[in-house]
């Protein structure tokens, strides 16, 4: 792998698991306080860890989000090794750059393989929560698009 896939890579992980956390604090908002509630947001979500938060949707969710609570830690997991995975590395032997993985130096990590598995999940777990929250728990999510905010529940949009 070289350093500007690996970064272009680590920046969309990044990117998508901010917004998976961002879909998962709305339905644990919502559950809570009817929300959104930004107070909600500052003083108990904001300090909690993307786990924590897991362990609360699936509380949430019951026995049927528990495959989805599953994949969402995998993808943590894949996030975490991205954010961490430091710089490249180059075999002289083999000629190759390669990444060490970042909990047990030594090993080398596939980002390639990890960025693929990341993103064929992505989809179905954004559609599972914004499915989730939109239906089951009245939540509206938006997102901003240009000028305009786009509902992600329905076909509205809103000006900003």
């Keep these: 792998m070289k350093r500007d896939a690996l970064s272009e890579h680590r920046s969309e992980v990044i990117h998508h698991h901010i917004n998976l956390e961002a879909m998962v604090d709305n339905l644990v908002n919502r559950h809570y306080t009817g929300g959104p509630s930004m107070a909600f947001h500052e003083e108990v979500l904001a300090h909690l860890s993307f ?69 064929n999940a992505l989809a179905d777990l954004q559609r599972f929560l914004i499915e989730r929250a939109c239906r089951e728990k009245g939540a509206e999510m938006l997102i901003k698009r240009g000028d305009h905010w786009e509902s992600l529940c329905e076909d509205e949009t809103t000006d900003s």
């Design 51 to 119: 786990g924590f938060k897991l362990g609360i949707l699936q509380r949430i969710l019951g026995p049927e989000g528990k495959e989805a609570v599953g994949k969402l830690s995998r993808l943590n997991a894949i996030r975490n090794q991205f954010a961490h995975c430091g710089v490249l590395r180059y075999d002289s032997s083999s000629k190759e750059s390669f990444a060490q993985n970042p909990r047990k130096p030594g090993p080398r990590v596939d980002f390639d393989e990890l960025y693929l598995e990341f993103v």
